[in-house]
């Protein structure tokens, strides 16, 4: 049976840093964070395939968090640092089996999320 289960949100002050986890069960091709803040959509973070090729969403997240995964432990991360107002968030993890899905961002299973809001 698959469960994703994150944690690790909170509330901090802008600058400030959070490390997501995803505990997780099940096996997969590839994971990946998105975020979904209030009145907005749903918009990708990163993903990371099971050989280890890593993605990130865009230029201006990736000096900032860092997607990584203990296998060992079944464990996806979301490290945020320099965290800015905007980026408050519901952060979800995902997983997909299939390549040909994980190529196209698309995820059939998903958690629950974890909020993390930033004041500036």
């Known amino acids: 049976q698959v469960q994703l289960v994150e944690s690790g949100g909170g509330s901090v002050q802008a600058g400030g840093s959070l490390r997501l986890s995803c505990a997780y069960s099940g096996s997969f091709v590839c994971m990946g964070w998105f975020r979904q803040a209030p009145g907005k959509e749903r918009e990708r973070v990163a993903r990371?395939?099971?050989?280890?090729?890593?993605?990130y969403d865009g230029d201006s997240l990736k000096g900032r968090f860092t997607i990584s995964q203990d296998k060992s432990e079944n464990t996806l991360f979301l490290q945020m640092t320099s965290l800015k107002p905007e980026d408050t968030a519901m952060y979800y993890c995902?997983?997909?089996?299939?390549?040909?899905?994980?190529?196209?961002?698309?995820?059939?299973?998903w958690g629950q999320g974890t909020q993390v809001n930033v004041s500036s």
């Open positions: 995902a997983a997909d089996p299939s390549s040909a899905r994980c190529s196209g961002w698309i995820f059939a299973y």
């Open positions: 990371i395939y099971y050989h280890g090729v890593i993605t």
